[in-house]
């Protein structure tokens, strides 16, 4: 993909992150504009901006450009007169944070999200950092066979299986679905891990012990940090993420300050499995975005 026009930015490290300098995301950006963040989200990964100052409107008006907004099931927790903003927020109130094991955000729904865009305006003195990683480091590490092996298998994300152990109600059922443990990614082609140790419950037609030993297998493999950035958040910054290469784990190391924010979230559309993106990207690239 070709970037209209170049952005600033330095990588954070090789597997994936980049933060761009230069860029008002409050300000009504170009066309032009929207297309080189979208083309460095997609080339890093992940990407920060600091010192932003955006209001809720702003914030939901700059994830529209990227796509319609999903609306969180767990919606009352929400900003009551923005359905579309999850609240981040922690304090000396605060037995756990959102997003504390690795995951990929609402991997359960059938399409899960393409990205999310956190904005944090309070942040502790030390500590609340982000980490990222890159599910197509994690892929592309795994053995050859083990690669094949992996390739005709899907696996089942419910939502149930990390809400309802906190005894949240969601707003609508908590989602479940089956997505391929190997997926594609729509905009770049390349194969990545999609699984992750919050949504994924289980491999269909695995045996339950090969089910769950496989699965932390993935899970154990994924957490390598050769496959991360970790983000060091000041007030006003913001993470903009490809839910669909990438797993995020939030660290709640900063007990009891304060760390808070919202997240906006964008639609995405279902995992491609790998055996069938193939035959998809053998054809014209027109033919087969059609
Ligand atoms: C999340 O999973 O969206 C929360 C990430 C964070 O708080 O750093």
Request: hydrophobic share 40%.
């Amino acid at each position: 993909m070709k970037s209209p026009i170049q952005l600033d930015f330095r990588a954070l490290t090789p597997a994936l992150g980049a933060e761009v300098f230069g860029v008002d995301l409050a300000a009504p950006l170009s066309q032009a504009q929207v297309d080189a963040i979208r083309h460095a989200l997609v080339a890093h990964q992940v990407i920060f901006f600091r010192d932003q100052r955006l209001s809720h409107a702003q914030h939901i008006a700059l994830g529209r450009r990227f796509g319609s907004l999903h609306v969180h099931p767990l919606a009352p927790a929400n900003h009551p007169q923005h359905p579309e903003l999850l609240r981040i927020h922690a304090d000396e109130s605060s037995a756990r944070v959102a997003g504390e094991s690795w995951h990929t955000d609402v991997s359960c729904e059938e399409e899960p999200p393409m990205g999310s865009m956190l904005y944090l305006t309070e942040v502790p003195e030390a500590g609340g950092d982000t980490m990222f990683a890159s599910m197509y480091a994690a892929y592309d590490a795994l053995s050859k066979p083990m690669q094949q092996f992996l390739e005709g298998l899907t696996a089942v994300h419910d939502g149930a299986k990390v809400w309802s152990r906190y005894g949240m109600t969601p707003s609508r059922p908590f989602a479940r679905s089956e997505h391929p443990v190997v997926a594609v990614h729509p905009e770049t082609g390349r194969k990545l891990l999609f699984v992750n140790r919050v949504f994924t419950t289980h491999v269909p037609g695995l045996s339950d012990r090969e089910s769950e030993a496989l699965l932390e297998m993935l899970y154990r493999h994924i957490e390598n940090p050769r496959f991360m950035c970790r983000f060091r958040w000041q007030p006003n910054s913001v993470a903009f993420w490809d839910n669909r290469c990438t797993q995020h784990q939030a660290i709640f190391d900063y007990f009891p300050a304060r760390r808070s924010g919202y997240r906006v979230t964008i639609n995405g559309t279902r995992p491609l499995a790998a055996a069938r993106a193939e035959s998809a990207w053998k054809r014209e690239p027109a033919e087969a975005a059609a």
